[in-house]
């Protein structure tokens, strides 16, 4: 049986709304504590009811989802959603709360087109910087207005500790060479210059920053400010394509 409903705070329209997709009430009762009083939120207890929630409200802007549910798992929510024929529901960013430790999790969850990965327990300035960070790229990508003062304020939280690695950068099996072969994978895609396919242009850059964020995490690269400037870059093509559309 699949669960659905809203939050019983009173609802602010010129707030995000955000969907919280898990099977606990008491998982999804804590998300919505650590929100707080910035966002709207909408509950359903697997994916299938995520994703009538999502088909029926067009203002969420961001979903917030476990892996392990009934009917749907989070796999699932996320590829149907990526796979949405209306581009504003197919963009929503989604971001994967779970207890879930192992690497096969988090790489298919970024594979399938997770924006974000978050382990539980989670803390609670770290979910709020993740929320604010993705729905102010999803405003940006669509040209929306910014976010309210409440929604967008600034949580404090230490500097990261990130700690160097050292990396083979040529070779067989390196970098390089992985490189290389994800070099040959654009190429064919550059090679499909057509009519169909240069519409979908930018959303196929979007598809590219999981892979950058998980390459960050995974090996503590400490490139977020890089990520963090090509996605301001990505979010304003976006925004002057969608302003030459209106015009």
């Known amino acids: ?64 989802s476990d892996i392990e549910m009934p009917q749907m798992d989070g796999y699932g ?16 960013p989604i971001v994967v709360i779970t207890s879930a430790e192992d690497e096969t999790t988090r790489e298919r969850a970024y594979a399938c087109g997770a924006n974000d990965f978050i382990l539980k327990p989670f803390n609670a300035d770290q979910l709020l910087t993740c929320a604010r960070s993705q729905v102010s790229e999803y405003r940006k990508a669509n040209g929306a207005a910014p976010m309210t003062t409440a929604a967008s304020a600034t949580v404090a939280k230490p500097a990261a500790n990130v700690i160097p690695i050292t990396i083979a950068d040529t070779g067989p099996g390196t970098v390089e060479d992985a490189l290389k072969l994800i070099d040959s994978g654009f190429g064919i895609l550059r090679g499909q210059k ?10 196929l850059v979007m598809r590219f920053l999981p892979l950058l964020k998980y390459c960050n995490a995974k090996f503590n690269l400490g490139m977020d400010h890089e990520i963090a400037v090509f996605q301001q870059r990505v979010a304003a093509a976006r925004a002057d394509e969608t302003q030459s559309a209106v015009g």
């Not at 707080?36 to 929630?53: H, M, T």
């Not at 149907?80 to 581009?87: C, F, G, I």
Request: aromatic share 4%; proline share 4%.
């Open 77 to 92: 929510l996320i590829c149907r959603v990526r796979a949405a024929e209306d581009p504003a529901l197919r963009e929503i």
């Open 1 to 64: 049986m699949t669960q659905a409903s809203t939050n019983l705070k009173p609802q602010n329209d010129e707030l995000p709304w955000v969907l919280i997709v898990d099977d606990s009430r008491v998982v999804r009762r804590t998300i919505m504590n650590a929100l707080g009083q910035a966002y709207n939120v909408l509950e359903a207890g697997d994916g299938v009811a995520g994703w009538r929630v999502l088909s029926q409200n067009s203002r969420v802007e961001l979903v917030i």
């Open 194 to 203: 057509t009519a169909s396919f240069a519409p979908h242009a930018l959303s």
